[in-house]
């Protein structure tokens, strides 16, 4: 198996909703097929699907609830955009569930959810090229 | 912000037991750092965390059940290759729960868990370079 991985798909409640959410992040959204959302991201892609959809693609219990136990991260290279990059996330209707703030291993971060409640850590990362 | 996920961190009950598997399917491990592991892909960086840790350095809720909502694609040049990676997964100790088959959209995929739940979808899409 080659290292990698092609895409992330996130099963959402509403597809038109979240298609909006990230494309004011400046994401740039492929809707060439119908129902399901792909954005062509630097280095993989984002997909967006109905959750129901995806669960059954997938042949399992659409039920769930609370934490997904993942968390995707968006490394930036100061603190500065850390905070610029929340303050995006905010604007275009996201929920800021932790303010940027120096972290235990030495860098600097925050955690905004989309709004299915996925969780995108924003980081700066002094020890580690991310960004 | 940039169109970009750097890292995907998955949230594990047992951090020595899911290292193994994705050590076993040919992921390079970076345990360079105590208590967390990081698998540099050939595209962004998957890191495995204490579930728990996880949670509360999102400061949410550790609680969760069932259905996480999203899954992970690695996608493969053909059908063949879509079967070997799902028995590798199995072999390695995940758990298939699709067989590699043709899918409606056109393609052919399966899925397996690892040893979190996690789904993995393997698939050949003949309409998408992205392998």
Redesign the interface.
Known sequence: ????????????KNLVKSKKFYAK????ANDK?KGII??????????LFP?KE??E????????????????????SSKKKVDA?LA??KKAGGRI??FGQD?S?GGYSG?FKDP?G??W?V?WNPF?D??
């Open positions: 198996m080659k290292a990698k991985i092609s895409i992330i798909t996130l099963g959402v992040l400046g994401f740039k097929y792909f954005f062509k991201l630097q280095n993989l892609t984002l997909a959750q995806l669960a693609d997938a042949t399992v219990s659409v039920k769930g609830s609370g934490f997904r136990s993942f968390t995707l991260a968006h490394n930036v990059v995006e996330a569930v932790k972290v291993w955690y299915d996925f969780l850590e980081a580690m991310l960004v």
